[in-house]
């Protein structure tokens, strides 16, 4: 299975991925980003490589 | 592109007149440069009442400002990203706000100001950029009809529409919109002789209006305290992140920083992008066919105009770019056109192409943490801005140059004559 992880020291609450996966992102009324289930695989890769500050990534589990 | 070879030690991009002349003349050099001299050194423009300093690097390839942009510990932004002399800190910190601050500081204060700015608040106080640009489209028709059937571009459809959603999300008050126009063309005018009249008084010009934009900030924060409204100010002003709320001083310069930039960037994307459309009529019909193409034909729009030619960044110990040594303290410019139009990244980077995909431009800034906090913003503007004109305003024919502002930090357009056709 697939899992987004998010570099809390990194993540800048920019927005981004949540415009590029609105449902699976959303940062929460403090800022903080909220990670769903990566339902849409092929948004949530488009949303880590837009990421400006490089805090997400995939990660692969069984 | 083959161009012919220039004179490069003639070239000083530290003289506004360079950036007043046509894109082509810079692009030239840009290109130039990236090939033969990626890091070229330039001394710094004279302002008055600053110590001049040792000069700067022009960075110009993309994997270098990337490079720099993406490694904030080695490449501060903190002694200045927004001018090339080193202001004084207040004065720095006053009208840079987040832009020239490093972290822990950049990343607490955006932290707290991401959460007034998520896409998901953003949704619901700018719902009205279409109503907005409606409006000004349609005020546009009845200035050309009341006339002679011209309109002046920057005046009438480009810096009305970001003016109005950034006061909106602010809550500015109409009659104090004028003001907020005017100190903010100030602030970044880069000089330019026709908004600061007179040279020696540049860092007065910059200061009294930043008083007066500070002036409103104070006024309407007040406001907000005692009556809580639905917009940005009281989400500013009440907004705690771990305990921590923004200070007085802290509130009011991202109240100028939001207003500066949120006016002026998009408002040069927006109207280069019309000169654009214009000088590729084909591209113009393809867009106007397809609203499909709204995507892909925005992110082209700031890659071709790229609104904000640099920021900068000073180097926190000696480093190393491309196998190339630097000191400590060197100071680098990055210049955003420059690496939008990079070969190595971008295949044929002189072609305006709406359909361009991938388009990995830096016109919002390279990756790294002072990414364009509007970045969403303003796609929605300039999205939301040519649609209308497309569908609203199909007559629109520009009829003459642009008046180009002589800035070389904002790139911008004075002017842009041009009429509507339909007008009779």
Known sequence: MTRVVVDREVCMSAGVCELEAPEVFELDTAGRLQVGEPTDLTAVETAVRACPTGALSLVEED | ?424
């Open chain 2, 1 to 424: 592109m083959s161009s012919p070879t220039l004179d490069l030690d003639a070239v000083d991009l530290s003289d506004r007149r360079f950036w007043g002349a046509p894109p082509e003349q810079r692009h030239a050099v840009y290109d130039q440069l990236r090939r033969e001299r990626p890091f070229a050194f330039f001394a710094e423009p004279v302002v008055p009442y600053i110590e001049p300093g040792p000069g700067y690097h022009a960075v110009t390839r993309y994997a270098d400002v990337e490079a720099i942009s993406c490694q904030p510990a080695l490449f501060s932004s903190g002694a200045g990203a927004v001018s090339i002399a080193d202001m004084p800190p207040d004065l720095n910190e006053f009208y840079g706000s987040l832009i020239s601050m490093d972290d822990p500081r950049h990343g607490k204060i955006r932290r707290i100001v991401a959460k007034a700015f998520t896409p998901r608040v953003l949704e619901k106080l700018v719902g009205n950029v279409q109503a907005v640009a409606d409006d000004v489209v349609a005020r546009a028709r009845r200035t050309a009809e009341d006339g002679d059937g011209t309109i002046d571009v920057v005046a009438d459809l480009a810096a009305p529409i970001p003016l109005r959603v950034i006061c909106d999300m602010m809550g500015v008050p109409e009659g104090d919109r004028a003001l907020v126009l005017r100190q903010s063309n100030v602030i970044l005018s880069g000089g330019d002789p026709e908004l600061v009249e007179d040279e020696e008084q540049m860092v007065t010009a910059f200061l009294k209006a930043g008083e007066e934009l500070a002036g409103l900030m104070a006024r309407l924060a007040a406001e907000r305290h005692a009556h809580p409204a639905d917009d940005l100010t009281t989400a500013l002003v009440t907004t705690e992140v771990d305990g921590e709320r923004l200070t007085h001083q802290e509130i009011a310069s991202f109240f100028i920083l939001l207003l500066v930039a949120g006016n002026e960037t998009t408002r040069n994307a927006i109207s280069q992008g019309v000169l654009a459309l214009s000088e590729h009529p084909a591209e113009r019909e393809r867009w106007a066919a397809d609203p499909g193409l709204t995507r892909t034909a925005v992110e082209e729009i700031v890659r071709w105009t790229s609104p904000i030619t640099w920021m900068r960044r000073t180097a926190t110990q000696d480093v190393e770019l491309s196998g190339q040594s630097f000191p400590a303290g060197s100071k680098f410019l990055l210049f955003y056109g420059a690496a939008n139009r990079d070969p190595a990244v971008f295949a044929d980077p002189h072609r305006f192409d709406l359909s361009r995909d991938p388009n990995p431009h830096v016109g919002f800034g390279s990756r790294g943490p002072h990414f364009c906090l509007g970045a969403h913003l303003a796609r929605r503007e300039i999205g939301v801005a040519f649609r209308a004109f497309a569908d609203q305003l199909p007559d629109l024919e520009v009829t003459g140059p642009p008046a180009r502002l002589e800035s070389s930090f904002v790139n911008g357009l004075k002017r842009l004559p041009a009429r509507l056709t339909g007008v009779r």
